[in-house]
């Protein structure tokens, strides 16, 4: 059974206590001003019994049965645990106050206008929500609170989406277009610093982790100054750890078996410490020799069914229709094609753990055009189009097809993904048909098409296209039915989970009804889910629980990482800004997907390799004139480094099918190419192809990638030097992004000394010379080396 930590324990004791009533509730973040709700029903591991809490100085904080509000007072700063009771026993949740600054926006008045509005990055991009006001200074303004970072956004003048005037820089919005970039805080300001696990003993009655503080770049002062000690919900006494100096002990009973132990830490001057996380089931840590399943460990093969191996030249029947570009048809690809090279051993020999499939649901027999300009033509051969509830969709294969496909993976040791759609369906679908009150109006009241409108305030209501109607959940006979027909697909065909199709787009209490199903009707597996949704740490998060999902995309990283490998205008520095930032969002083990390319974005390898530009529409490229071969082979290394990056990360890597080696297309349907094997590769795309299985086995392989704490060594603008560590194993990864030779030289001191290295990419070594480690990277060139 795969283990579901870090939301989804299995907590075993003899006796009920604050470890076995709720999953560990992650650290709620505060923000000086900004309420924050809490539902800690998702957390409930079937515990009965209602809550209560003891106040806390420096916060406003209630209870309204299972939800909890949150509000960080003036003055308020560091970590404030949270005392709660549930039916009598006794339980601390964390919270944490970051800090802000305060941010005036004008927009200059124009007689005519009547409503000037706020739109970014920190709000999803509502149209609305954030209004500005005229004043007698000639603006219209809006004073925020953020905090340090980087911020996206736009004005929106009586509907009209305008770039801020009165700020210069501005970045490419990916759609053909531009947003205004806006930066909040030192952006030289050292990162903060955290402990690092050093080594685990296990003796009678009791486990004893040790750690050792470490600023979080080599060469930085600072120390921990206090420290709270948490293995699940419950707070470790003083007396069962140890802080002096740089040191900390922390002994367990056996009583703690299976969850979380978390170290949360201010430094002398308050700043928030980064939290160190470990999993522990049986009581020792998570090791991918003792659970080779779980998804901590996991790696990700995406694939397009349609595009990627005809296996079955007699299901071919793409769509006659003189309108259709063929780009937009089927292909040919089938379930038939993927257990032909999962029994040739493709996946295997890759390295991937998991399979994600597009939807096979049945999709529509004709194409459709599309309503905005140029209104072309598309066919269902992606999948998302269906048409009928339950039934497989015959140009991709037969039932039984679909049933011996997961029972050769499975027997593999592969998991299987399937790709579901819950927030609509075909026109011809009949739940359309016969429940017209299931659906949301295409007609909003006045008069406009709720058409793509991605708002806050038509987010869960929205169509994607006239041909494409989308539920209205607060109807429960939907929400019965559609999670009805997901347990049907796991149970007669054996999948081990979905990726959830628009998760943003569905309302919470949809989520929380198939979790429910899944633990009631299917109660011998656990399953994996992982969302999709567009819009801010916040809003992604939003699902990931207990009660919900596992897991969604992580698009912070993808995107800062494109831009980063990629892109003219980077600095390693700012990358690595927002990776710790990115840790202390979604904690510092979590299993959020990563991932280089996907079947919604231009491909990596575009740009990487100069030929796309991120201002540019890339579907309109991909009819026009798509990039049709990779002309830099330094694009390879790129693609490379980004994939390595976010192997190193927590999460789970997700690999698109082609970014093996290194695929080049543009956007939808260019990125969905018909896949090519063996001798249809070019030299170089068979050279990364074998570095990328390489890769791919060392994440499966190496702990301290998977669940190792992260130090930055050194970084600069062209590159940076990584140390992953996980108790004993220790990992070197160096980062050259950069067009010409460079040396790194890290001084060794009493956080980071070793003897020798031991690359884990090819035979090298690397040696430290007195007190300091020097080495030598070609332009754009990766490696990783086990230390001792």
């Known amino acids: ?24 509730v992650p650290t709620i973040a505060l923000e000086v001003g900004k309420p924050v709700g809490v539902d800690l029903g998702n957390y409930r591991d079937g515990a009965g019994g209602n809550f209560t809490l003891q106040d806390v100085p420096g916060l406003d904080i209630s209870l309204r049965g299972d939800s909890l509000f949150i509000e960080a007072q003036a003055g308020a700063g560091g970590y404030l645990p949270i005392n709660m009771t549930i039916g009598g026993d006794g339980l601390t949740l964390m919270a944490k106050v970051r800090p802000t600054e305060s941010i005036d926006f004008s927009y200059p008045a124009k007689n005519e206008l009547k409503h000037v509005y706020l739109m970014g990055s920190f709000n999803d991009w509502n149209r609305t929500s954030l209004p500005c006001e005229p004043a007698d200074d000639g603006y219209w303004n809006l004073k925020l609170y953020l905090r340090p970072g980087r911020y996206e956004y736009k004005f929106v003048a009586d509907g009209a989406e305008i770039l801020d005037p009165t700020n210069p820089d501005s970045v490419a919005n990916g759609l053909g277009g531009f947003n205004s970039l806006l930066s909040v805080g030192e952006q030289n300001k050292p990162l903060p610093g955290l402990f690092i696990k050093t ?16 600023p979080s770049v080599q060469g930085e002062s600072g120390s921990a100054a206090k420290v709270w000690v948490l293995f699940n919900n419950e707070l470790i006494p003083g007396s069962s750890w140890e802080l002096s100096g740089d040191d900390l002990i922390v002994q367990l009973p056996d009583s703690f078996t299976d969850g979380l132990l978390r170290i949360c830490g201010v430094d002398a001057s308050g700043e928030l410490l980064r939290e160190n996380h470990l999993l522990l089931q049986d009581g020792v840590p998570l090791m991918p020799d003792t659970q080779p399943d779980d998804w901590h460990f996991a790696v990700i093969y995406s694939l397009i069914v349609d595009r990627f191996f005809d296996g079955d030249t007699a ?5 006659s229709d003189a309108d259709l570009d063929p780009m937009a048809n089927f292909q040919g690809g089938d379930i038939s094609g993927i257990l032909k090279k999962l029994d040739e051993g493709y996946f295997t020999d890759l390295g991937v753990s998991a399979l994600w499939i597009s939807p096979i649901i049945e999709n529509p027999q004709k194409a459709y055009r599309e309503y905005i300009p140029p209104q072309r033509k598309y066919t269902g051969y992606h999948g998302y189009w269906p048409v009928k509830p339950r039934s497989v ?29 819950a927030n609509h369906v075909h026109e011809e679908h009949p739940y359309y048909k016969e429940h017209r009150d299931w659906f949301g109006k295409l007609e909003m009241p006045d008069g406009t098409l709720n058409l793509r409108n991605w708002s806050g305030e038509t987010m869960l209501t929205t169509w994607f296209d006239k041909f494409l109607p989308s539920f209205d959940y607060s109807n429960s006979a939907a929400v019965q039915t559609v999670t009805d027909d997901a347990v049907l697909w796991l149970r007669e065909y054996d999948f081990d989970g979905f990726r959830q199709d628009a998760t943003k787009h569905i309302p919470h209490e949809f989520w929380k009804t198939l979790r429910h199903k899944l633990l009631s009707e299917l109660p011998d597996r656990t399953y994996f889910q992982i969302g999709e949704s567009y819009g801010s740490n916040a ?61 919604d974005q231009v491909r990596f390898m575009g740009f990487a390799d100069g030929q796309m530009a991120f201002d540019e529409n890339g579907t309109e490229r991909a009819f026009s004139s798509p990039p049709e071969v990779v002309l830099h082979p330094e694009s390879y290394d790129k693609l490379f480094m980004f994939t390595a990056v976010n192997l190193s990360l927590p999460g789970v890597p997700v690999i698109y099918y082609g970014e093996e080696f290194g695929q080049i297309g543009a956007n939808d349907p260019d990125n969905r190419r018909m896949m090519r094997f063996d001798a249809a590769l070019t030299v170089e ?54 067009a010409r030779l460079k040396s790194f030289t890290v001084p060794l001191d009493d956080y980071f000394t070793f003897t020798q290295g031991k690359s884990l990419l090819d035979r090298g070594m690397i040696i430290p010379v007195g007190n300091r480690l020097t080495v030598t990277l070609q332009a754009y060139e990766t490696r990783i080396y086990s230390i001792q």
């Open 1 to 24: 059974m795969k283990l579901k930590l870090l939301l989804a324990l299995t907590l075993a004791a003899t006796t009920i206590n604050a470890r076995e009533l709720l999953f560990p």
């Open 199 to 214: 080594s685990f003993t296990k003796s009678p009655g009791e486990a004893t982790i040790y750690y050792k503080f470490n």
């Open 315 to 319: 299901n071919n029947h793409p769509v």
């Open 393 to 421: 969709d015959a140009r991709f294969g037969t039932a039984s097809e679909l049933k011996q496909l997961t029972k050769s993976a499975h027997e593999r040791q592969i998991s299987m993904l399937l790709d579901f759609v």
């Open 539 to 599: 809003l992604i998060n939003a699902y990931v629980n207990p009660g919900e999902l596992d897991s969604q995309f992580n698009f912070e990283i993808y995107f800062a990482g494109r831009r980063e490998f990629a892109g003219d205008d980077q600095d390693f520095r700012d990358f690595d800004r927002t990776v710790v930032g990115n840790l202390d969002y979604f904690q510092p083990v979590n299993l959020m997907g990563t991932l280089t390319s996907s079947h």
């Open 685 to 738: 795309e068979q050279a990364l192809k074998l570095k990328m299985s390489t890769l791919l086995h060392l994440r499966r392989q190496q702990p301290a990638l998977a669940l190792g704490d992260l130090r930055v060594l050194y970084h600069d603008e062209q590159g940076a030097v990584w140390l992953k560590q996980y108790f004993d194993e220790r990992l070197i990864l160096l980062f050259n992004n950069s």
